[in-house]
């Protein structure tokens, strides 16, 4: 038996997420299709995100265990060939049968993008969140640097969430003005159901005045999901990285400190 690792792209608007649900479409109903018509058997696909429906992913990795031996490229092919237009997989490597892409993953990267423009855009639908209000981008900078550091996010993470240690350390949290909008970008050891897009709407709370820059101390320490209110939608949400190597990790939260 061989474990393959694959590195996916794909474009989650037309899928109720990453993880399987019984008779829904998602990313991985198509993937675990493929594995099982070319082993003739049920194989299963481990993802190392399981991400929300509608949420994108720039890197996402998965491996499986196979009996057969096709070189890396015939693999990709494969999948590729078969795949939907909104689904490639972009890598292909063979690895121990210790390496699990889940359990193995010491970070990632999340970004979300919002346009503020007055009039929503037919071409960024399901790429990016409209959000058409004045928002004070100053406040929203300062506020997103306050969630660095380790902290109990049981504020900022859903109330279905089903495991007990909501702790989580943020390496990097910054927004991004950009021509048409913003950009946030988190990087952390990890992330909890929903935890972004939460993150999110308090930080666009934030920068429509609703909320001032200290709230984010008091929301954290309060450790109650009520006092962070509602969840941004999933459209903007991208999963931009996935690391294994901490050089890797290090090298991505000194670059985007320079933006």
Not at 84 to 108: A, L, S, W
Not at 212 to 218: L, T
């Amino acid at each position: 038996m061989e474990r393959i690792l694959m590195s996916l792209q794909y474009n989650g608007a037309a899928y109720q997420g990453f993880q399987i649900q019984h008779d829904l479409k998602t990313v991985q109903r198509e993937l675990e299709r493929i594995t099982q018509r070319m082993h003739q058997q049920f194989v299963r696909i481990h993802p190392a995100s399981r991400t929300d429906k509608g949420v994108h992913a720039l890197e996402q990795f998965i491996h499986f265990d196979s009996h057969l031996t096709l070189p890396e490229d015939k693999w990709m092919h494969a999948f590729n060939s078969a795949l939907p237009n909104d689904i490639v997989v972009t890598r292909v490597n063979k690895v121990d049968d210790q390496f699990h892409c889940r359990y193995d993953t010491i970070g990632k990267m999340y970004r979300y993008r919002v346009y503020t423009n007055p009039l929503r855009d037919p071409l960024k639908v399901n790429l990016m969140t409209h959000m058409p209000y004045d928002l004070n981008i100053t406040d929203m900078q300062k506020a997103a640097r306050l969630f660095e550091g380790t902290h109990d996010f049981t504020s900022f993470c859903s109330a279905k969430t089903e495991i007990d240690r909501k702790v989580r350390t943020i390496y990097l949290s910054k927004v991004i003005e950009t021509t048409d909008g913003f950009d946030f970008v988190i990087v952390g050891d990890g992330f909890l159901y929903n935890m972004v897009r939460i993150i999110v709407n308090f930080l666009t709370d934030i920068g429509q005045g609703f909320r001032e820059v200290d709230d984010v101390h008091k929301v954290i320490e309060a450790r109650d999901r009520t006092k962070a209110h509602k969840t941004a939608p999933s459209e903007g949400l991208y999963l931009e990285r996935t690391f294994y190597l901490a050089e890797a990790l290090k090298d991505c939260v000194v670059e985007l400190n320079t933006l």
